[in-house]
């Protein structure tokens, strides 16, 4: 039987590198199961990113997946595996038969977030693939409840583990935890809780094999979260290692004591809960009890009180602390309850070797390839709720429930539908997150909670938005301001217009909160309550439906938008932290680049509910603005201090009007303006004093 195995997973891999360095469970699975099947007689061939490393290693074929499609043409596929990477389907890459192999939790679609993705996967799995694969019974309840798909287009296989790795008999070292996984699934909860451990045993080790790059995640992103979590280990008796080989990771195993793994969600990194842990596994094969959360797919292979200890709370409570405290210490006390759970451990995990596991896919894929009648949908098992989005507003909020609301509620009335709304949470405490989940049936909505909130972070907020963005367009709305039904199309219609453009529209500023008629639109809003509205502060220097412009100190954030295209490397810069001057630092940017600035405001305006400011935004607001000339060498606003041309009324002083045969001292006319100069009247209005015949000043 001639079997691909094709993923796009982004680390670069083959055969080979399971004996060199440490991988994830999705690829060292690929491989051992791809040589037990090479083992049965089969024609094995794996493509996946292996570049210039493409070899022929223990019966396996390691192939660039760029040539899958020569190889497919040249020939006969029986059948072809989609590992981690159901979208490959969709290329209809020729074989007799294809598989999904599923190893994701698919959390962000749990709550009808992504509908229109979740609808292509569901087509990819119920459609496309002859059957899915999943690793566990809790993940088979997921695919069939999210995806629709239906059970009898399931089976259910596990992982596995090379047993030999652990026949090895190392004396255990009765005080060494060992933590296996990547940082952001529970070390840091073991980083804090590890000296209340050590109080009890004072020469307690704890040993971590942990970094991002066994999933080959090198970037910024993963760099910060790393030293994040690694920061908490400058602690006695914390010894903090880089990921190694399986081979060499068993024999770490096998010399310790307790594998402890307080697992929980990572929501920046899309994981949710485990949908079977491959690690949990290697642990029991390795004989040690297991202290665990009792989460996603982890009770199926931790029997509580039985292979080791299952907690229910939320790792992040005193409460679950606490029990992972008595739980760990009880078993580093007690050997015989530690023997029994050791016992069972090992008992288990060899129902987990590989090659008991690839006698049941090969028998799969037989039955498959002989099956006459196809479990296959004839159409989507899963109907989208929205449309694939083009544009993508991104709205940062800490602790605007009511405001939020009105923010939501205004965007269900938007003439424009193809659009999400991604909201990034700064560490709200207050029921923003519940307002946003109300409103999941009527907007396409993604939401974030990017961690406790440390202060004003309006820039790192919307950085981290844009992460998730997917629209061709980005809009910045804030979590305050009530826009009108046309506000998304005017947008878009812009930057059909121009290119190379931001562009801010008309914002009213509230005076002071008002209850009465909050949340009604922008059109009914502002005619009644005129009184209690400020214009745009950009107003009087007449830039609103005009041609765009080059001063980009004008730049607001609170109502912007972008093509995606144009984003700039990391965003808005987010070392500016409290109120000010990150999007007057980003106008200057975009300024250096070319780029230019259009204001509009005819049948867009929007209105800006009031609130109260920090008592410190002078002082923020000035740190920021010291924190933007420093990064510039900036000596004024922008250097030069440029000016603006203004077509707008002057008033003329210390001249006879008789002689210049006018009725009025206030002329029409155009003249030029410093950023900074304050301007009075409505609209552009300066007093000019003239002395001799000459300007003498401008006011």
């Known amino acids: 039987m001639k079997i691909v195995f094709l993923t796009r997973v982004t680390r670069e891999f083959t055969g080979k590198t399971l004996l060199k360095e440490g991988l994830g469970g999705t690829h060292s699975s690929l491989i051992l199961l791809a040589e037990e099947l090479a083992k049965l007689k089969h024609d094995v061939h794996i493509f996946c990113n292996c570049k210039n490393e493409e070899c022929l290693f223990n019966g396996v074929n390691y192939i660039d997946l760029n040539k899958i499609v020569r190889f497919s043409k040249e020939n006969e596929i029986d059948v072809l595996i989609a590992v981690a990477s159901e979208s490959i389907l969709k290329a209809k890459i020729k074989a007799k038969k294809s598989i999904a192999w599923l190893h994701n939790d698919y959390n962000p679609y749990w709550n009808n977030e992504l509908s229109d993705i979740a609808s292509q996967i569901s087509s990819y799995m119920g459609v496309l693939a002859d059957k899915v694969i999943t690793t566990s019974r809790w993940q088979t309840e997921i695919v069939k409840n999210i995806f629709k798909i239906p059970e009898n287009h399931i089976k259910k296989i596990s992982l596995g583990i090379n047993l030999d790795f652990f026949s090895n008999q190392i004396e255990k070292n009765k005080k060494r935890l060992i933590y296996t996984s990547v940082p952001d699934r529970g070390l840091d909860i073991l980083l804090k809780v590890f000296p209340k451990l050590r109080n009890e045993i004072s020469d307690l080790e704890l040993h971590a094999f942990s970094s991002f790059k066994t999933w080959g995640k090198t970037g910024k992103k993963y760099t910060e979260i790393e030293n994040e979590i690694f920061s908490l280990a400058d602690q006695e008796g914390i010894f903090l290692h880089e990921p190694i080989p399986i081979n060499q990771l068993a024999q770490e195993l096998l ?317 808005f810069d987010d070392t500016f932290v409290g109120w000010g001057h990150e999007d007057t630092e ?78 009025s001292d206030i002329v029409s006319s155009s003249f030029s303006i410093n950023v900074r100069d304050k301007m009075t009247g409505y609209p552009p209005f300066k007093t000019i004093i003239v002395e001799n015949g000459f300007v003498k000043k401008i006011e």
Not at 624 to 653: A, C, D, F, H, M
């Open 255 to 571: 010399k310790s004591y307790l594998w402890i793994y307080p697992n929980h969600s990572s929501p920046e990194n899309y994981f949710h809960s485990e949908t079977f842990c491959l690690s949990a596994l290697e642990a029991m094969a390795a004989g040690l009890p297991i202290v665990t959360s009792n989460r996603g797919a982890l009770s199926e292979l931790v029997i509580n009180e039985k292979t080791g200890i299952l907690i229910d709370e939320d790792p992040y409570t005193k409460e679950y602390q606490d029990k992972f405290i008595s739980e760990t210490l009880k078993l580093l006390k007690d050997e015989n309850l530690w023997q029994k759970y050791s016992s069972f451990a090992i008992a288990k995990a060899k129902n987990y070797s590989w090659s008991k596991i690839a006698l049941e896919w090969d028998k799969f894929l037989k039955d498959l390839l002989s099956e006459t009648v196809s479990t296959k949908s004839l159409e989507t098992p899963l109907k989208s709720s929205f449309p694939t989005p083009k544009v993508s507003i991104i709205t940062p909020v800490y602790n605007r429930a009511k405001n939020i609301f009105h923010v939501l509620n205004a965007l269900t009335e938007q003439t424009f539908k193809e659009f999400e709304i991604v909201i990034s949470d700064d560490g709200s405490t207050d029921n923003t997150k519940e307002v946003v989940d109300s409103f999941r049936n009527k907007l396409n909505i993604r939401y974030s909670y990017i961690g406790e909130n440390k202060g004003f972070r309006a820039a790192r907020a919307r950085n981290k938005g844009l992460e998730k963005a997917r629209g061709q367009i980005i809009i910045f709305l804030d979590s305050d301001v009530i826009v009108s039904p046309e506000y998304i199309e005017h947008h878009v219609n812009a930057h059909k217009k121009y290119d190379k453009i931001l562009v801010n529209s008309f914002v009213y500023r509230m005076k002071e909160y008002r209850e009465d008629d909050l949340g009604l639109l922008p059109k009914e809003y502002i005619e009644k309550h005129k009184d209690n509205l400020n214009d745009d502060i950009k107003y009087p220097f007449n830039i609103f439906d005009q041609e765009p412009i080059y001063q980009g100190y004008f730049l607001d954030s609170n109502s912007l938008s972008i093509k995606a295209e144009h984003i700039l490397k990391n965003g």
């Open 586 to 663: 980003l106008g200057y940017r975009y300024t250096s680049k070319g780029f230019k600035f259009l204001f509009i405001k005819e049948n867009c305006e929007s209105y800006h509910i009031y609130h109260g400011v920090s008592p410190t935004k002078d002082e923020e607001t000035a740190i920021n603005w010291k924190r933007l000339t420093k990064k510039y060498k900036l000596k004024s606003w922008y250097n030069p201090l440029p000016k603006i041309q203004v077509e707008g009324l002057v008033k003329l002083e210390n001249v006879e009007i008789e002689k210049l045969n006018l009725f």
